[in-house]
């Protein structure tokens, strides 16, 4: 498909006009990431955003130490780093490619020139940064008050909401699962060993099979421990 077609697709851009589309079109660029290369860095300027067409992207900081902590990781149809569109700063995090992505930029002055005479646009753009910021939310309740254990389960619960059923995908690898929640591959193995004994999961590859509903809950809430 074509950048219009594309951009049609992007739940960001529902509302627009036909002649709207295609304004949009003409400031996108284009672009192509190999799986490991890095899209924009911490404390780089904030000159625009981006969308995902195909691929995966990571958000990511780095601690003094050189330890990652990633914050998000996005998929096809998913924006990243709109703050830039309204803040005009820096970007306060790193984003790398996953997957050979490719990705539409959108320079901030073009787009803001496009929300003055669509304030739907406007709209969608606040759901979406939301969105992020509920997440940011629970993401840093489940890091200061939940143990790995609560942060997987409540991670597999999530998955199993969005893709809708009891066999969910992890999407990424267990390497990179280990740095969104917090923790290191080797804790996150022996966890979900534990939770297999348990007959909490099943796990093999990237798949898991969500067993006990219940059980996982009540793990995420912090009503029950692993044993």
Not at 124 to 135: H, I, T, V, Y
Not at 148 to 173: C, K, M, S, W, Y
Not at 181 to 209: C, D
Request: no cysteine.
């Amino acid at each position: 498909m074509g950048i219009k077609e594309n951009l049609a697709g992007v739940p960001l851009f529902k509302g627009l006009t036909d002649q709207e589309y295609d304004e949009l079109a003409m400031v996108v660029v284009d672009q192509e990431f190999a799986r490991g290369r890095t899209i924009f860095s911490e404390g780089d300027e904030g000159v625009g955003f981006y969308v995902i067409i195909t691929g995966q992207v990571k958000i990511y900081k780095l601690s003094p130490e050189g330890k990652e902590q990633i914050l998000h990781v996005f998929g096809p149809g998913e924006p990243f780093a709109e703050a830039a569109v309204f803040a005009g700063s820096s970007y306060p995090a790193h984003a790398m490619a996953l997957k050979n992505s490719r990705v539409f930029f959108i320079p901030r002055a073009a787009f803001r020139d496009l929300i003055k005479n669509n304030p739907s646009l406007a709209m969608n753009m606040m759901a979406s940064l939301s969105l992020r910021l509920k997440r940011f939310a629970h993401m840093i309740e489940d890091l200061s008050l939940k143990e790995v254990p609560g942060r997987l389960a409540a991670h597999l619960l999530f998955l199993r909401e969005n893709q809708g059923g009891d066999e969910v995908q992890l999407q990424i690898t267990k390497a990179h699962l280990a740095s969104l929640l917090g923790t290191i591959p080797e804790t996150l193995s022996r966890i979900l060993a534990r939770m297999h004994k348990q007959g909490l999961v099943e796990s093999g590859g990237q798949t898991v099979k969500l067993l006990d509903l219940v059980g996982l809950e009540e793990l995420a809430s912090g009503e029950q421990r692993l044993s």
